[in-house]
Structure formats: C-alpha cells, structure tokens
C-alpha cells in the first residue's frame, strides 16, 4: 500500500483530508487508490481513498494499518452493520419501507449514500474511491438488503471533479411506491432529487400531520407533496402546495391521489407566490441547498432571509412556521440567525418551539460534524 504524506506532524481527527494539507504525491498513484495516510514523521493516521482531482484529497476508510483489504467483504461488513442500526436498533421498518441505510462517515463509509425505497436500493457515489468499488458494493447490497433492483447515482459535479461516470449505470426507470405511517407515496429512484424522495424529512412531515387539524397549510417548495400530503390527512381544513418544478407538482398529484386526497397545487416560483399576499396557519417552507460551495455563501444568506421574511409574512398571527435548511453549509445556529434577521425585518414576533435536525438514519460522526446538513425550526409567529 503506497503512502501520502502530511505537511504537518498532527494527526488529524477528521476522516476528510483537504489537499493543502498534504506534501506532492507520488505521481504514480491511482485516482480511487487506497493509500496510507501518514505524518510528515510517519505516523501512520488512516487507509484512505485516494482523490487528486478534489480538494478533499483522501478520506479515511479506517484507521488499521493492517486491517483486513478494503474488499467485498470489507463493504458488506459495514453495510451490514448499518443495516442492524435501522433495523434492531431504530425499528425503521415498523413505520417505513423508505429510509436512510448507509449515511457517508456517519456509518463508517466515505462518500456513500445508500437509500431503501421499498424493493429498491438506491446507491449514490460521492467519490472515485467508491465507483472503483461499485461492482463490490452493489453485491453487498445485495447480499444485506435482499433488494429486487438497484440503481445507481450520483451528482454530475462530483463526477466531473472526481473523475468517473456513474450516470451510465443509472436505471433508465425505477418507479416504487413506499409507505411512511399512515401514507404511501410514489418514487422515482432514477430520476427524482436526490435519491428520489426526502427520506430524512419523515420525523418532521409526522409533527406536520400531528400540528395540522383543523389549520389552514401552506406547503412551499413541496416536491413531491410529503408535507402537503402529511398535514391533509392530519385534518387540515385547507392545503395548498407550491412548487416551481412542473415534474415535481405532477408527482404530488400522483401522490394526492394515491391517498384518496384533494391539495390546491400550485406551479410557481416561492418568491413570487409569497409576494402575492398569501397566508395560512401552518406554513411550511423546505427549499433545497441554496450553496454548494463556500463562494455562494454570501447570495445563499441573502436568499435564506428573504425567503424566511416572506415566510413569516404569510403566517396569520399566532400561526406557526416550520422553516428548514438543508444547506449544509450553514451551522444551525447560523440558520436560527438567518430566521432572527427575517422575523426583524417584517416586525414579527416569534418564539422557538422546537430545533429539529436530521432524523437518527442520517447519523453524525463526532470527528465528521460535516455530516449534519438539516436544520429546522418550529416557530409560533404572533
């Protein structure tokens, strides 16, 4: 096993090693390798997959010297375990067939998302190192989950950085309907966002459906519907869900339908629909990533609070929000002062109820917090 070297005589805590902190590598080495990580005194810190092309050069497998080979049994082993968590330890099952099975550093796996929608596992590649493994993990998936179909993804960014083409082994179509509590709902593993539906939004759509009886609902950037959908069947007196994607407006249709339920649904942009005036009781407002990289940051903040301000303006007194970012990026005390700077701008009053996060299938490493990317905020508006 060949070898990079740290500029530093530190030992770093976390499984990500950044390119600046490493000395010129051997030139011979392979994109995806798995390499030794060690000191500039040669202190030995982890195995790691090799990535020259990212600024995260390595990511740490494990920190065994000697440890076995990073092989199919290797994969199945930590797949398995991950598995156990959901499965005897959370008890996913009793309330869901679609969640979280393989959540990167959280489980121990670098770069690897691994999705379950039912009779279909969905593998999302987040490195080179993974892809040259793809063959051997799509068998231990396999083996663990007893899936009918697997489907690969991963986002054509990192596959441009890293360099690798997943996107040809993605299925041409992959359509499952899944269950959560008392709802199904309709996914598209191959074509959907993310990895076809927001498995870790399942605790906050259940305090959706507990908070809605007899409210009015608005439900922004709905996708699919899950909020939407969670709070009709809750006995919300009204529902109107707003979505600029025309793809994603149909699906919660599909979706409606699917659960015997009648939604206003609106295709248009939340900026726009929000400067119409609307208001409701219960507003919830789930828009995607607003950066990706730390040069969007600034128009990211901007954007959050001008969103969060239009938000709060829809809100009827002492209505709720139930606000959330999914920006990774953004700390959740930085979201908490994002939300602090939109209710000051429109002169509303507002109380925290509940800081939620992502739910435990999406587990957090303590040498990786990187890993915890969802922040929500429950909030009465007065």
């Given at each position: 096993?060949?070898t990079?070297?740290?500029?530093?005589?530190?030992?770093?805590?976390?499984?990500?090693?950044?390119?600046k902190?490493?000395?010129?590598?051997?030139?011979?080495?392979?994109?995806?390798e798995?390499?030794?990580?060690?000191?500039?005194?040669?202190?030995?810190?982890g195995?790691?997959?090799?990535?020259?092309?990212?600024v995260?050069?390595?990511?740490i497998?494990?920190?065994?010297?000697?440890?076995?080979?990073?092989?199919?049994?290797?994969?199945?082993?930590?797949?398995?375990?991950?598995?156990?968590?959901?499965r005897e330890?959370?008890?996913?099952?009793?309330v869901t067939?679609a969640?979280?099975?393989?959540?990167?550093?959280?489980?121990?796996l670098?770069?690897?998302?691994?999705?379950r929608?039912?009779?279909?596992?969905?593998?999302?590649?987040?490195?080179?190192?993974?892809?040259?493994?793809?063959?051997?993990?799509?068998?231990?998936?396999?083996?663990?989950?007893?899936?009918?179909?697997?489907?690969?993804?991963?986002?054509?960014?990192?596959?441009?950085?890293?360099?690798?083409k997943?996107?040809?082994?993605?299925?041409?179509a992959?359509?499952?309907?899944?269950?959560?509590?008392?709802?199904?709902?309709?996914?598209?593993?191959?074509?959907?966002?993310?990895?076809?539906?927001?498995?870790?939004?399942?605790?906050?759509?259940?305090?959706?459906?507990?908070?809605?009886?007899?409210?009015?609902?608005?439900?922004?950037?709905?996708?699919?519907?899950?909020?939407?959908?969670s709070?009709?069947?809750?006995?919300?007196?009204?529902?109107?869900?707003?979505?600029?994607?025309?793809?994603?407006?149909?699906m919660?249709?599909?979706?409606?339908?699917?659960?015997?339920?009648?939604?206003?649904?609106?295709?248009?942009?939340?900026?726009?629909?929000?400067?119409?005036g609307?208001?409701?009781e219960?507003?919830?407002l789930?828009?995607p990533?607003?950066?990706?990289?730390?040069?969007?940051?600034?128009?990211?903040?901007?954007?959050?609070?001008?969103?969060?301000?239009?938000?709060?303006?829809?809100?009827e007194?002492?209505?709720?929000?139930?606000?959330?970012?999914?920006?990774?990026?953004?700390?959740?005390l930085?979201?908490?002062?994002?939300?602090?700077?939109?209710?000051?701008?429109?002169?509303?009053?507002?109380?925290?109820?509940?800081?939620?996060?992502?739910?435990?299938?999406?587990?957090v490493?303590?040498?990786?917090?990187?890993?915890?990317?969802?922040?929500?905020?429950?909030?009465?508006?007065?």
């Amino acid at each position: 096993m060949r070898t990079i070297q740290l500029r530093s005589a530190e030992a770093p805590r976390s499984p990500r090693i950044f390119k600046k902190r490493v000395r010129p590598p051997d030139p011979g080495l392979r994109p995806g390798e798995v390499v030794a990580v060690r000191t500039s005194e040669g202190q030995f810190v982890g195995r790691a997959f090799y990535s020259p092309r990212s600024v995260i050069v390595a990511r740490i497998l494990d920190r065994e010297e000697n440890g076995p080979p990073i092989d199919g049994r290797w994969f199945e082993q930590r797949i398995a375990a991950a598995a156990r968590l959901r499965r005897e330890v959370l008890r996913l099952d009793r309330v869901t067939d679609a969640y979280r099975v393989v959540h990167a550093e959280g489980d121990g796996l670098p770069a690897l998302v691994i999705d379950r929608y039912g009779p279909i596992a969905v593998v999302e590649v987040g490195a080179r190192g993974i892809f040259e493994h793809l063959d051997e993990i799509e068998q231990a998936v396999e083996s663990v989950l007893g899936c009918e179909r697997i489907v690969v993804r991963s986002d054509p960014e990192v596959e441009r950085i890293e360099g690798f083409k997943a996107t040809d082994r993605r299925a041409t179509a992959a359509e499952t309907i899944v269950r959560e509590h008392d709802l199904r709902f309709h996914v598209d593993c191959a074509g959907g966002h993310k990895t076809g539906f927001f498995v870790d939004q399942r605790e906050a759509r259940r305090m959706v459906f507990d908070l809605a009886r007899g409210r009015r609902v608005l439900d922004l950037c709905c996708y699919s519907g899950g909020f939407a959908l969670s709070a009709a069947v809750g006995g919300a007196r009204s529902v109107t869900a707003v979505d600029l994607d025309e793809e994603a407006i149909a699906m919660a249709q599909r979706n409606a339908r699917l659960n015997g339920q009648t939604l206003r649904l609106v295709h248009a942009d939340a900026f726009d629909f929000l400067r119409d005036g609307p208001s409701a009781e219960l507003v919830v407002l789930d828009p995607p990533k607003l950066a990706s990289t730390p040069r969007q940051l600034d128009a990211a903040r901007h954007k959050s609070v001008d969103l969060n301000a239009l938000a709060l303006g829809a809100v009827e007194p002492g209505g709720l929000l139930f606000t959330f970012s999914c920006t990774g990026l953004f700390t959740p005390l930085e979201f908490t002062y994002q939300v602090r700077d939109a209710a000051r701008r429109v002169g509303r009053s507002v109380r925290v109820l509940r800081e939620t996060g992502q739910p435990p299938d999406h587990p957090v490493a303590f040498d990786c917090p990187e890993g915890r990317y969802l922040s929500g905020l429950l909030l009465q508006v007065d």
